[in-house]
């Protein structure tokens, strides 16, 4: 559902470019989300814009104390380049006890692995590792309680003074842009060289 939300986001903002459309747009898909039922986002992404507009998601997050369906999990790694993550065999470490763990007596902190694997051309594909062999000399260590199909990957980055939340998809297009220069310009390639952060957000 987070993915179906912020897609619809993407889809709206994309197309439409302006104050007094984008304010509509919230108060509408503020509407939807109900009718679709679609569930709030943590309160972490609240400060969080989409892209570097005037779309926030305050609107869309629930309010601090409130119970929400999603965990926010920020990535145990330093801070990412997108470049030099997409376009390399890279992993993301997670720590996250997943619901059902109650107690865990196993070395190491509960938690889960995110891989790039060779994808189509020079782009890199992100896939959950799930074998023990993935976990070894690692500070986490897998529970099959974890699944891929509750996850929603993002990146973060500082800019104009707030977070900027970019899908994947469209850091996958900077990546793109950057190792093929007869592509055309996409809307932000300077992303691409941008320091922030991944998180995962995790549906309970």
Same mark, same amino acid.
């Given at each position: 559902m987070a993915a179906e939300l912020i897609s619809f986001m993407i889809n709206i903002t994309w197309k439409r470019n302006g104050k007094e459309v984008r304010s509509s747009f919230t108060d509408k898909l503020i509407k939807l989300m109900k009718t679709r039922s679609w569930h709030k986002l943590p309160p972490s992404l609240s400060p969080m814009k989409l892209m570097h507009n005037d779309t926030s998601?305050?609107?869309?997050?629930?309010?601090?104390?409130?119970?929400?369906?999603?965990?926010?999990?920020?990535?145990?790694?330093?801070?990412?380049?997108?470049?030099?993550?997409?376009?390399?065999?890279?992993?993301?470490? @997670?720590?996250? +006890?997943?619901?059902?763990?109650?107690?865990?007596? %196993?070395?190491? $902190?509960?938690? @889960?692995?995110? +891989?790039?694997?060779?994808?189509?051309?020079?782009? %890199?594909?992100? $896939?959950?590792?799930?074998?023990?062999?993935?976990?070894k000399n690692q500070p986490v260590h897998f529970h099959h309680q974890i699944r891929a199909e509750k996850m929603y990957l993002y990146y973060v980055t500082n800019s104009n003074n707030y977070q900027s939340l970019l899908p994947l998809s469209w850091l996958e297009f900077c990546v793109l842009h950057s190792v093929d220069r007869e592509m055309p310009d996409p809307v932000l390639p300077h992303y691409s060289c941008y320091h922030g952060r991944f998180g995962v957000l995790y549906q309970k």
């Amino acid at each position: 559902m987070a993915a179906e939300l912020i897609s619809f986001m993407i889809n709206i903002t994309w197309k439409r470019n302006g104050k007094e459309v984008r304010s509509s747009f919230t108060d509408k898909l503020i509407k939807l989300m109900k009718t679709r039922s679609w569930h709030k986002l943590p309160p972490s992404l609240s400060p969080m814009k989409l892209m570097h507009n005037d779309t926030s998601f305050k609107e869309m997050c629930v309010s601090e104390g409130e119970q929400c369906a999603y965990v926010d999990i920020k990535c145990m790694n330093a801070g990412q380049y997108v470049i030099s993550f997409l376009s390399r065999e890279a992993t993301l470490v @997670f720590q996250f +006890k997943p619901p059902g763990v109650e107690s865990c007596k %196993r070395s190491g $902190k509960c938690g @889960f692995l995110l +891989k790039t694997i060779q994808g189509p051309g020079y782009l %890199r594909k992100v $896939k959950l590792c799930t074998e023990e062999n993935d976990y070894k000399n690692q500070p986490v260590h897998f529970h099959h309680q974890i699944r891929a199909e509750k996850m929603y990957l993002y990146y973060v980055t500082n800019s104009n003074n707030y977070q900027s939340l970019l899908p994947l998809s469209w850091l996958e297009f900077c990546v793109l842009h950057s190792v093929d220069r007869e592509m055309p310009d996409p809307v932000l390639p300077h992303y691409s060289c941008y320091h922030g952060r991944f998180g995962v957000l995790y549906q309970k």
